[in-house]
Nanobody, 122 residues
């Protein structure tokens, strides 16, 4: 499975941005997919995840109510809509996928994309 993230960029505080991730190869609509991020000098952290059918989601407390994860299995594409952005959201955003179906388990992701940089300016 190959994952290709895109859509990052520079946005002002309070603005919105949507990042996307296209999956290719031996993909499955059953895979849980997620977003992680890594800010400069910090460890990578979980952001959000979504079940294969899109009915179950999970969010980190820091983004809950501001970010929305979704997926279009017909297009093999994962999205992260980010609203009310804050400077602390600045990071490289990575998409990831795993073969188990437990959305709330934030570990065991085995497929990773290359990341897309989101910069929130104040």
């Amino acid at each position: 499975v190959q994952l290709q993230a895109s859509g990052g960029g520079l946005v002002q505080v309070g603005g919105s941005l949507r990042v996307s991730c296209v999956a290719s190869g031996r993909t499955s609509s059953n895979y849980v997919m997620g977003w992680f991020r890594q800010a400069p000098g910090k460890e990578r952290e979980f952001v959000s995840a979504i079940s294969g059918g899109g009915l179950r989601t999970d969010y980190a407390d820091s983004v809950k109510g501001r970010f929305t994860i979704s997926r279009d299995n017909a297009k093999s594409t994962l999205y992260l809509q980010m609203d009310s952005l804050k400077p602390e959201d600045t990071a490289v955003y990575y998409c990831a996928a795993k073969t188990d179906t437990v959305v709330s388990d934030r570990e065991r992701y085995i497929y990773w994309g290359q990341g897309t940089l989101v910069t929130v300016s104040s």
